[in-house]
């Protein structure tokens, strides 16, 4: 008789996954050992659980299917939280898989124990823990149906570890699982049609809304009426080279002023957005007061459907098309910039490609330069945990073997989770990783103008550069076994970023930005 | 008028925190810019919060005093977990000190909204939030007193940003804060007195039990009675070189087998020992049923009085002595093993020094080599959550700069925090880190086998492996700023290691261990 281990993997293969990003420990043996069997399962070792949360968001994300992070309890769980968290906010369908010891074992406080569910909620509105095999069944049923696809939400499965060892009956198959996003009712098609009425339209477009469906049928619309569309600062995922789409700014100044040229903002899989901090006197809005905002359909519901419904409803059939930039091409020598960066990369993009972005500070002018670069996905930090990009990269090239995966990463953020390269090598991934490489948390230079703390002290400025010494992202990477090169000009970049789509397995570039 | 976060910075200050382990994010700005005026403190920037909080653990530990890890919220406290949790199982004070949004602002929710408080508890029994500025003062002086010295307690203290901002008036002066842990009542000490009279009793030392005054007052009782001196498998700190001291086996037939021998188990400082995981059959314990479990002083109490005062209740005044072991002097051209590299390394160790303990299985052996080094205060990883040896290590080398820090650090584990080496660098601290490079998570081979899955399937090994490829230490070292050696033998360690003393700042050796 197989035990529960073996029947809750190979009911999770059976329901259509296939990844597993794993930093196991001794409560989740038995789950290994299950996973011996399950050939259709690709389980990738990650040297720290915040590597396999973030891998399995990327995974997700991309490819619209559930994918297992499988920790250790307590602390492991802790330590991928942060990964979660943006998986939660990217409505990524991760399911966690914790293993754990039982209740009467935790009652004795051994060296491990915590509040794994205190822990798993703050990550997942569903967190579940069976206390009999037979609840295995139903229970992962339930999770997989929370999880759905994407855009999905995330669930955490605790799973004590004598349970699993201990032999079950057969799980049934597993039930169907297409994912059926609510379907907008025809009055919120009417109302954002009548929207035109009253003066320019702008669109902010997230989950469903921001993928090729959606994004198509917003470019129609624009078109057609002449509506601007936007995208979130930090989008989860969005389909590009299909439309020309603004991407928000992040200071509220910037928004407010973006936003204020409209009579109605129509909310297309995003909710309103709102500030990270509290920044006086603006507040949370993004959105000036006196622009009218309607939610043509919110996150959870089907927005590319609405979309197609309301460019059939404006007989907006053409499609959009690009003003191509005019640009002269860079001087090899020039010393990059990020907006010579931006320019050399958004100029090379290979066809297909996905590319996951982590740039920041550095990055904003790529987004420009990249608008009409061939079709390809951008995925970005979406809760704001920095860290996400390199980790997301591999759950991206795991799930899309077919394409390269371009790593645009801030360097600070690239350093919390560094050792995702040990997995781009060892799994010999397809990845790109461009390190922009400013030797500061500039973001925090930036908050410290804007709180008004200028000149920044000696502690202040320590706090925000990563100098003294700088790291070598070159032998970071020899280090976890991936081909680096420094670049210091245009020329240079270009030269090592076209080079690397021609070599299998992972590439690191560290753009030196002055 | 100043603001709160000046007030609150100059009260710590006063309080007499000096060291402040910090990865600020925009809602903690405004207390990096009140450090500019405590130069009492040292803000120490860790590239990811795990190298804050277990350098903060690091520093409180050696030091017994308070320290601050500075950390953003949400995801920022998210990622200081795992060495909280080390810290808690440590009782080490250290006080978290975390921005936050106002109520209003999460209440939009924001990009990085989560729920601090749930984190929060899962580390520490005092978590607060003031509402007010008045109620700082209060709470900051209450989280202190519970924070108390070593042996101490974790606390965190969430503080809204716009909250900081604002004026207030000063703070009084802190009040007094010497620490005092409760005294034994008599009666435990003639207990412990009278089970002398039936068969051989040892003792466990922890908390204050295990540091210089118990463990001299410890081996006093030993040499006068014959009684065997334990410490737990992890310990918290303990100091060495004062009376031969057995580690507490990890394995619980080894640990059952150790006390077998026993009439009585003295828990001096120590709660009663349990096991990491549910093993079958032997349960949690690590002492057989039919041994006297005895508690003299719990981890809260005065164990190092109760020890002195049982030491004179038995007239024991005869000072420990250590058989020296009669070792041949290993070939230098010996391939390293665990073994030898415990036998180079405790006949090495220089006077004075700390040692941070984090070889896990490759260091089983040196403990036994160094038992009679010079005296050393040693500190191991307590709660489970790998990834704290190279945090602990910089703090120990800030809280104690007169003496070497000798990190001993398993290579799996490492990789968790190897972001330690830049700050290392940066801050010019003196650690000799020592990489036992056996590039496996061997303790889960351990595992494996002792769950009777053998042989382990391709899945299981890929997990426990750290190779395809191995990760060179020497280049992660480098590209953080720390010049790095690769040892193989025995005199290639040695000559490494002792030539690493005399060079001010840190040194990695990655020993490549068979």
């Given at each position: 008789?197989?035990n529960?281990?073996?029947?809750?993997?190979?009911?999770?293969?059976a329901?259509?996954?296939?990844?597993?990003?794993?930093n196991?420990?001794?409560?989740e043996?038995?789950?290994?050992?299950?996973?011996?069997?399950?050939?259709?399962?690709r389980?990738v070792?990650?040297?720290?659980?915040?590597?396999?949360?973030?891998?399995?968001?990327?995974?997700?994300?991309?490819?619209?299917?559930?994918?297992?992070?499988?920790?250790?309890?307590?602390?492991?769980?802790a330590?991928?939280l942060?990964?979660?968290?943006?998986?939660?906010?990217?409505?990524?369908?991760?399911?966690?898989?914790?293993?754990?010891?039982?209740?009467?074992?935790?009652?004795?406080q051994p060296?491990l124990a915590?509040?794994?569910?205190?822990?798993?909620?703050?990550?997942?509105a569903w967190?579940?823990?069976?206390?009999?095999?037979?609840?295995v069944?139903?229970?992962?049923?339930?999770?997989?149906?929370?999880?759905?696809?994407?855009?999905g939400?995330?669930a955490?499965?605790?799973?004590?570890?004598?349970?699993?060892a201990?032999?079950?009956k057969?799980?049934?198959p597993?039930?169907p699982s297409?994912?059926?996003?609510?379907?907008?009712?025809?009055?919120?098609?009417?109302?954002?049609?009548?929207?035109?009425?009253?003066?320019?339209?702008?669109?902010?477009?997230a989950a469903?809304?921001?993928?090729?469906?959606?994004?198509?049928?917003a470019?129609?619309?624009s078109?057609e009426?002449?509506?601007?569309?936007?995208?979130?600062?930090?989008?989860?995922?969005?389909?590009r080279?299909i439309a020309?789409?603004?991407r928000?700014?992040?200071?509220?100044?910037?928004?407010?002023?973006?936003?204020?040229h409209?009579?109605?903002?129509?909310?297309a899989?995003?909710?309103?957005?709102?500030?990270f901090f509290?920044?006086?006197?603006?507040?949370?809005?993004?959105?000036?007061?006196?622009?009218?905002?309607?939610?043509?359909?919110?996150p959870e519901?089907?927005?590319?459907?609405a979309?197609e419904?309301?460019?059939?409803?404006?007989?907006?059939?053409?499609?959009?098309?690009f003003?191509?930039?005019?640009h002269?091409?860079?001087?090899?020598?020039?010393?990059?910039t990020p907006d010579?960066m931006g320019?050399?990369?958004?100029s090379?993009l290979?066809?297909?490609?996905?590319?996951?972005?982590?740039?920041?500070?550095?990055g904003?002018?790529f987004?420009?330069?990249?608008?009409?670069?061939?079709?390809?996905?951008l995925?970005?930090?979406?809760?704001?945990?920095?860290?996400?990009?390199?980790?997301?990269?591999?759950?991206?090239?795991?799930?899309?073997?077919?394409?390269?995966?371009?790593?645009?990463?801030?360097?600070g953020s690239?350093l919390?989770?560094l050792?995702s390269?040990w997995t781009?090598a060892?799994?010999r991934?397809d990845?790109?990783?461009v390190?922009?490489a400013?030797?500061?948390?500039?973001?925090?230079e930036l908050?410290?103008?804007?709180?008004?703390?200028?000149?920044?002290?000696?502690?202040a400025?320590?706090?925000?550069?990563?100098?003294g010494?700088?790291?070598?992202?070159?032998?970071?990477?020899d280090?976890?076994g991936?081909p680096?090169?420094r670049?210091e000009?245009?020329?240079?970049?270009?030269?090592?970023?076209r080079?690397?789509?021609?070599v299998?397995?992972?590439?690191?570039?560290?753009?030196i930005?002055?």
């Amino acid at each position: 008789m197989p035990n529960t281990a073996d029947e809750l993997m190979l009911h999770l293969q059976a329901a259509g996954v296939s990844a597993c990003f794993a930093n196991p420990g001794t409560t989740e043996l038995s789950m290994v050992d299950a996973l011996e069997r399950c050939s259709g399962i690709r389980t990738v070792l990650g040297l720290h659980e915040t590597v396999c949360t973030g891998a399995a968001d990327g995974y997700s994300r991309l490819s619209g299917r559930p994918s297992l992070a499988l920790l250790h309890h307590g602390p492991g769980l802790a330590n991928g939280l942060a990964n979660l968290h943006n998986a939660r906010r990217g409505r990524s369908p991760v399911l966690t898989l914790v293993g754990e010891s039982s209740e009467e074992h935790n009652r004795l406080q051994p060296p491990l124990a915590c509040d794994a569910r205190a822990l798993a909620g703050t990550v997942s509105a569903w967190v579940e823990r069976p206390g009999t095999p037979g609840e295995v069944e139903g229970m992962v049923n339930e999770a997989m149906l929370h999880c759905g696809g994407y855009p999905g939400r995330p669930a955490v499965l605790l799973l004590p570890d004598p349970l699993l060892a201990t032999a079950c009956k057969p799980f049934a198959p597993p039930p169907p699982s297409e994912v059926q996003w609510p379907v907008v009712p025809d009055s919120r098609i009417e109302a954002a049609a009548e929207a035109f009425q009253s003066g320019p339209v702008a669109f902010l477009l997230a989950a469903s809304g921001s993928l090729a469906r959606g994004v198509t049928a917003a470019g129609r619309i624009s078109a057609e009426t002449g509506a601007q569309l936007f995208c979130e600062t930090f989008p989860a995922r969005v389909s590009r080279g299909i439309a020309p789409i603004t991407r928000m700014p992040y200071f509220p100044e910037a928004a407010l002023e973006a936003f204020s040229h409209f009579g109605t903002v129509i909310l297309a899989g995003a909710p309103e957005p709102v500030t990270f901090f509290d920044y006086t006197p603006t507040g949370g809005r993004l959105i000036p007061t006196e622009v009218r905002v309607l939610t043509l359909a919110t996150p959870e519901e089907d927005a590319a459907d609405a979309l197609e419904r309301l460019a059939a409803r404006l007989h907006a059939t053409a499609a959009a098309e690009f003003k191509r930039p005019d640009h002269d091409k860079p001087q090899a020598d020039a010393l990059l910039t990020p907006d010579l960066m931006g320019e050399v990369l958004g100029s090379s993009l290979p066809d297909p490609c996905v590319v996951v972005d982590e740039s920041l500070t550095s990055g904003r002018t790529f987004w420009i330069h990249s608008e009409s670069s061939p079709r390809h996905e951008l995925m970005a930090l979406t809760g704001g945990a920095i860290g996400q990009g390199l980790p997301c990269a591999v759950g991206a090239a795991v799930a899309s073997p077919d394409r390269r995966v371009v790593a645009l990463q801030a360097d600070g953020s690239g350093l919390y989770s560094l050792q995702s390269l040990w997995t781009m090598a060892r799994e010999r991934l397809d990845v790109t990783v461009v390190i922009c490489a400013n030797r500061a948390y500039r973001i925090l230079e930036l908050e410290l103008k804007r709180a008004g703390i200028r000149p920044p002290g000696t502690v202040a400025r320590r706090m925000c550069t990563l100098d003294g010494p700088a790291p070598n992202w070159v032998s970071l990477a020899d280090g976890f076994g991936v081909p680096g090169v420094r670049v210091e000009t245009a020329g240079q970049l270009e030269h090592a970023f076209r080079q690397s789509l021609h070599v299998p397995g992972p590439t690191l570039i560290e753009a030196i930005l002055t």
